[in-house]
């Protein structure tokens, strides 16, 4: 019951995968601290500094914090109020033969800035596998659905006509700009290296004796077995919390491009044309029992917002950094960074979820057009009357009282749009009347909707996803299935 007598964030008891949760947990966090440490033992012993293969060895086997160990490092840090130092004193009891030297010439940044990179890194190679998952699922749809006319909106009103599929591709276009983005933000993360209290190295200078080229060394040595290609050239005591926006800034723009797609198929849900998943238990209102709401897009709507919204948290924090180093960034990072990679996680798992079960009522879709294609096709009508031989400023007239006399059956009465029975009454157009049912077929106002489709998914959406790792990604994927 002891779950149920205290908070617990949603996006990780409710919503998250295991993945993302994990990567943001004590349990990992702790346990990158320490292989932090062991990396800079390994450089510094390699380096000349008298550290014993013993020490080593304890720090490779104790990686990893048993709940005994968690205990104690809470203990510690409620006694020193610093949990980097509780660390690294619950760390050498296990390994005492490195307890001397853990964290030799570090400030408490190495490991907490380090590790931030490395989770932050990590976050993005798994928002990219997943996004390349859902880019993947919605141009399967946009393929299925690629020549089935829907009637388009302009101002969310009645305009030219598009396809299902083509709509689908608008989607897909943003989320390929997410992608390209957020792999730019990943690429570009380096790692803070080994600097010192205020960014100068000076301890790791008098470690090694004034050799400079020593501690250039370390900081590349340390660099590589942490992982990354290259190290930030200067850094404070903390990597810059530019980095910070930086990478929550493709995280805010998914989460426009996630709000719009959500918000889209939420309007066609109220027009009964595409729906998303509904299991035939689930309960779409506790008093109106007919009702299908669509809470996974809505539940991405909320979450998104959440989402572009954290961008500015970062922003801010980044602002306001004092000169070295200001600890006011601490506490609001400990919750803004893990909670964009969360909801960003969540956005994506729920959309692949709504992409995988996605409901097209073609009839409805035909029927709409049908209301509304009468007056689009106005045009035509007047165009094939001249071929034969009429006046277009006449047809035009005629077109203009006839199509009014439909709106008033249509807006005033809330009867069916008429105007093609009264095109057909009416003795001028005899001679198109058996061109009608042609100038009327949907499939001649999609224009290049359908061939549009064929080419993005073949020039564009292919060669985003043709890396190996994505490929292998895509193939392996299950599909998501939501537990609340």
Known sequence: MDGFDTYQTPLSSRYASKEMAHLFSPSNRFFTWRKLWLNLAIAEKELGLPISEEAIQQMKTNLTLTPEQFEIAAQEEKKRRHDVMAHVHTFGIVAPAAAGIIHLGATSCYVTDNADLIFLRTGLDYLIRSLSILISRLSTFAAQYRDLPALGFTHFQPAQLTTVGKRATLWIQELLWDLRNIKRARDDIGFRGVKGTTGTQASFLALFDGDHQKVEDLDRLVTKLSGFEYAYPVTSQTY?????????????????????????????????????????????????????????????????????????????????????????????????????????????????????????????????????????????????????????????????????????????????????????????????????????????????????????????????????????????????????
């Open 240 to 484: 810059s919390r530019k980095i910070d926006v930086d990478v929550l800034s493709p995280l805010a723009s998914l989460g426009a491009s996630a709000h719009k797609i959500a918000t889209d198929l939420r309007l066609l849900a109220n027009l009964k044309e595409v729906e998303e998943p509904f299991e035939s238990t689930q309960i779409g209102s506790s008093a109106m029992a007919y009702k299908r709401n669509p809470m996974r897009s809505e539940r991405v709507c909320s979450l998104a917002r959440h989402l572009m919204v954290l961008h500015q948290n970062a922003l801010m924090t980044s602002s306001v950094q004092w000169f070295e180093r200001t600890l006011d960034d601490s506490a609001n990072r400990r919750i803004t960074l893990p909670e964009a990679f969360l909801t960003a996680d969540i956005v994506l798992s729920t959309l692949q979820n709504i992409s995988e079960g996605l409901v097209v009522y073609p009839k409805v879709i035909a029927r709409r057009i049908a209301q509304e294609l009468p007056f689009m096709a106005t045009e035509n009508v007047i165009m094939a009357i001249v071929k034969k031989g009429g006046d277009r400023q006449e047809a035009h007239e005629k077109i203009r009282v006839l199509s009014h006399e439909a709106a008033h059956q249509v807006k005033h009465l809330g009867l069916e749009n008429d105007l093609i029975a009264r095109i057909k009454a009416d003795s001028y157009f005899d001679p198109i009347k058996g061109d009608l049912d042609t100038l009327l077929d949907p499939q001649s106002f999609i224009g290049r909707a359908p061939e549009q489709v064929d080419v993005f998914l073949k020039d564009w959406v292919e060669p985003a996803l043709a890396d190996a790792e994505l490929q292998q990604a895509i193939k392996t994927a299950a599909k998501v299935e939501l537990t609340v």
